[in-house]
């Protein structure tokens, strides 16, 4: 298993997203700690063998959160398995992850597995509209959403994702107490180095997404922002 609770920064690729082979390289040779690939919508499993091919070529570490069975490729370092806690339509609680064990159980290698409770805080975001999240009220109820992954599911990590939108630093911290002693994976919205830099004063690992296809050196730039913190 790879060692998460070291991990810092992290870009995420989307295996749907094109990235010519100079940004891909800049991406990994930048310094980051890590690479998560995932997406929501084309998710194949050709377009993520075709990524992780790619990304091996460089000595990152790589991780494939899954959100498809069809696209689960063999390979990567590690696997997150999200539970998404506000989730408004019960089946992308533990149906699919039943489904998934029915299949695939005999041929899991559990240390390569990393559980986290996945906490959708865009309403308007692709995934928020998928598993028909629950809009979080306020700081207070993401702080408890954080208990529910750490104290009662024992779950190693709690990713706040805002998916394409900054989130608001109050709901940060409120998640990151309620985490406890759980890893804190911030995601969502983080187009500057200052944006990175106090996301990282809160949480454990920040994680630099969409503005990579948008500003490459826009996204280059929050490593050192988050590493100096």
């Not at 029915?102 to 996945?118: L, N, P, R, S």
């Not at 809009?135 to 805002?162: F, N, S």
Request: proline share 5%; aromatic share 10%.
């Amino acid at each position: 298993m790879i060692d998460y609770r070291g991990w810092r920064h992290v870009f995420k690729l989307d295996p749907d997203k094109a990235i010519d082979e100079d940004a891909l390289e800049a991406i990994c040779e930048s310094g980051t700690d890590g690479i998560i690939v995932g997406g929501t919508y084309g998710v194949t499993y050709d377009n993520t063998l075709e990524l992780m091919s790619r990304i091996r070529r460089y000595a990152v570490p790589a991780v494939l959160e899954i959100s498809s069975l069809e696209a689960v490729v063999p390979g990567f370092d590690s696997y997150l398995i999200p539970l998404v806690l506000n989730a408004g339509d019960p089946d992308w609680m533990f149906a699919p992850h039943v489904s998934g064990l029915k299949t695939y159980g005999a041929y899991i290698h559990w240390d390569d597995i990393i559980t986290e409770g996945y906490l959708i805080a865009n309403p308007e975001a692709g995934v928020a509209e998928l598993t028909r999240a629950r809009p979080i009220a306020d700081a207070q109820e993401a702080k408890a959403y954080a208990q529910v992954a750490t104290k009662i599911c024992r779950l190693p990590i709690v990713y706040l994702e805002y998916s394409g939108t900054y989130g608001d630093p109050a709901v940060v911290r409120a998640c990151k107490a309620g985490a406890d002693e759980a890893h804190l994976f911030y995601g969502g919205g983080i187009r500057t180095p200052e944006q990175a830099s106090e996301m990282a004063a809160i949480a454990d690992t920040v994680v630099v997404g969409n503005v990579i296809y948008d500003d490459l050196e826009a996204a280059l730039a929050t490593v050192a922002a988050v590493k100096r913190e």
